[in-house]
Structure formats: structure tokens, C-alpha cells
């Protein structure tokens, strides 16, 4: 860094830096890190574009504020897209028990109001859900175009919950 450069930074500094943390500090709810790291940000940026500190483009107060307001609003937008990470001193609660009861009652249940649909509303359920085929490959087996599948399958649930519905069967 050069003389110059050092200068630069610290006269910004100097006549600009307790203003550029109060507006930081604003700008990110009173989180005295992230104000500073905006602030040395803002400064780092002051200093890679000396361009833009000419008075005669306008007021260097104004410019730090906008560029220190665009910084905070970018990582605003960083953090809200990606997942939270969550601290807790508590360890998860251990997943549910199976209750393997319950499981034949649901799947009796299941099969029970398969065998009301009709044959080709069963039998691409069936291929799909249970045999786990892809649309094209039901197809194929089937000897229909995969739109027709893709169709099928689509009623073929509608009836499903219908028939489930009767049964008294809810979620």
C-alpha cells in the first residue's frame, strides 16, 4: 500500500467512520460485528475504487452510506437463500418408535381400497408406487403411450383418497 493509499484510508476514516458505524449499525438491527465488518467492508471497497471518492461526482459521505446500505442488503439476500445452521445445547428427540401394528392395520387398510379402484387405476399404482417402475417403463410394460400412465395415475390417486375417504380414513 502506498503512502497515498494510506492516507486515503485514514483521512476516510478519520472524517467518516464513527457516522459509516452508526448507519451500519442501523442497517443490521444493532449486531455490532456485522456493522463493523460492513464498515472495514465499505473502507476496503472506499479504497479499491478511489474513483468514486472525487467530489465532483458527488458527496464521499453519500457514496460510503449507499455502498455500505448495497453491502448489507447483498448479504441480507446471501443469508436468506442459503439454510440456517441451529445451535442448541439440547440433543434431538430419538425418532419415534415404529409401531409395526399400526403398520399392518395401515397397509390392510391400503390394499383393502386398491382392490375397489379399477384394474387400470390399481394396476399403475401398483407398477409405479410398489414396483417402483419409472412412467416410461410402465408404459412399456403396460403397452400404453406415457402421457395415458402419466393420466392414470393422476385419477387413479383422486379415486384412491375417494375410496379411503369411505373408509373413514383421514390425512
Not at 48 to 64: C, Y
Not at 68 to 88: P, Q
Amino acid at each position: 500500500m502506498s503512502d497515498h493509499d494510506a492516507r486515503l484510508l485514514r483521512t476516510l476514516h478519520d472524517e467518516h467512520a464513527d457516522a459509516l458505524h452508526a448507519h451500519a449499525l442501523r442497517l443490521v438491527n444493532g449486531d455490532r460485528t456485522r456493522a463493523e465488518d460492513l464498515v472495514q467492508e465499505t473502507l476496503l471497497r472506499a479504497w479499491r475504487h478511489p474513483e468514486s471518492l472525487d467530489p465532483t461526482r458527488g458527496s464521499v459521505r453519500a457514496w460510503l452510506f449507499t455502498t455500505a446500505r448495497n453491502l448489507a442488503i447483498d448479504a441480507w439476500r446471501r443469508r436468506s437463500t442459503r439454510v440456517g445452521e441451529v445451535y442448541t445445547d439440547e440433543l434431538p428427540e430419538p425418532p419415534e418408535a415404529v409401531d409395526e401394528a399400526e403398520r399392518a392395520v395401515q397397509a390392510w387398510t391400503v390394499a383393502e381400497a386398491l382392490d375397489r379402484l379399477s384394474s387400470a387405476h390399481r394396476e399403475v399404482l401398483v407398477e409405479c408406487f410398489y414396483q417402483g417402475r419409472s412412467v416410461a417403463e410402465v408404459a412399456a410394460r403396460l403397452g400404453v403411450p406415457a402421457g395415458t400412465v402419466k393420466s392414470r395415475t393422476h385419477y387413479a390417486l383422486r379415486s384412491l383418497r375417494l375410496v379411503l375417504a369411505e373408509m373413514g380414513v383421514t390425512e
